[in-house]
């Protein structure tokens, strides 16, 4: 159990390897996804459900809750397979479901009742008013747009039911986007982000072209190799983990990396309201 004024550390889970860096290092809740309906389609994932009931087991016998996404923006075609996906999350004991769409929400306030509901940065959750929306359709947490400011965040906290709890970003990339629905990597590349397949082209390196003069290639830069003209600078929040958001997500990749952030972030909020 998190005590109130202790945020939870809630770490991704791509895979067995970087589930147990998770757990082992400080993680007080874990996510994952699987095969469909995440928005970490290269990732490996728990596609089987012999697979996600390994993962869900494991995660408990350390007490820790995990958190299946569900958060890509589904197109009419998956519609049909969600109450199969439902199913196996229940079977499995997930002990949350990670929305974005609407519609998967209402689906699960139907087949699944009793199951807890987050919805995800992808809702571009930036007021009050959509999170108090959202407690009345069942949702006990919102996961907050990324661009707001501590200062909104506290705000929104200040006006919304008590018992609806509050999720930021605390490390990882802010998409050139509004709240991660970013049409770059599809556009070039026909990845869907919106779907989980990302090839993340704001983070490449681009120079800029006159129409006039083909083959001159000027660096919009501050250094001789260019710069990510398009990415926005990473989020590192580990200095201000009490702004009224209970529960901090970093967002990483590899199982070091969990590891270096899980155990970093631990540190910083030990002993509750006020810890640096």
């Known amino acids: 159990m998190i005590h109130k004024n202790k945020p939870e550390l809630l770490a991704p889970a791509g895979d067995l390897e970087r589930l147990r860096a998770a757990l082992d290092y ?5 996510y994952l996804g699987r ?7 290269a ?40 109450p199969q996906f439902l199913r196996e999350a ?11 769409d609407l519609g998967l929400l209402a689906m699960a306030r139907k087949l699944a009742p009793d199951m807890e509901i987050h919805m995800s940065t992808q809702t571009g959750i930036v007021n009050y008013g959509t999170c108090r929306a959202l407690y009345d359709m069942g949702v006990t947490r919102a996961v907050l747009a990324r661009e707001l400011s501590l200062e909104e965040i506290a705000g929104i906290r200040a006006k919304i039911p008590a018992d609806m709890e509050l999720e930021v970003f605390v490390h990882g990339a802010m ?26 082209p704001c983070r490449w ?3 800029l072209m006159e129409s006039t003069r083909p083959g001159q290639y000027f660096p919009v830069e501050e250094t ?41 972030c631990h540190e910083c909020v030990p002993c509750g309201a006020g810890c640096r």
């Open 26 to 30: 400080g993680a007080d809740a874990v």
């Open 35 to 41: 095969e469909s309906f995440s928005m970490r389609a």
């Open 43 to 82: 990732a490996s994932n728990f596609h089987s459900e012999a697979q996600l009931h390994e993962a869900v087991a494991l995660a408990h016998q350390y007490g820790k809750p995990v958190y299946l996404t569900c958060n890509t923006l589904p197109r009419n075609e998956e519609i049909p397979t969600f």
């Open 90 to 100: 229940q079977e499995a004991g997930a002990d949350a479901l990670i929305l974005a």
């Open 175 to 200: 998409c050139m986007s509004f709240s991660g629905r970013c049409l770059l990597s599809a556009y070039l590349t026909g990845r869907d982000a919106n779907r989980g397949a990302c090839a993340q």
């Open 205 to 207: 390196n681009y120079h």
């Open 224 to 264: 001789d190799e260019g710069t990510y003209i398009f990415n926005a600078k990473d989020l590192c929040m580990i200095g201000h983990l009490q702004a009224g958001g209970r529960r901090g997500q970093p967002e990483n990749r590899g199982a070091e990396q969990v590891r270096l952030l899980c155990g970093n």
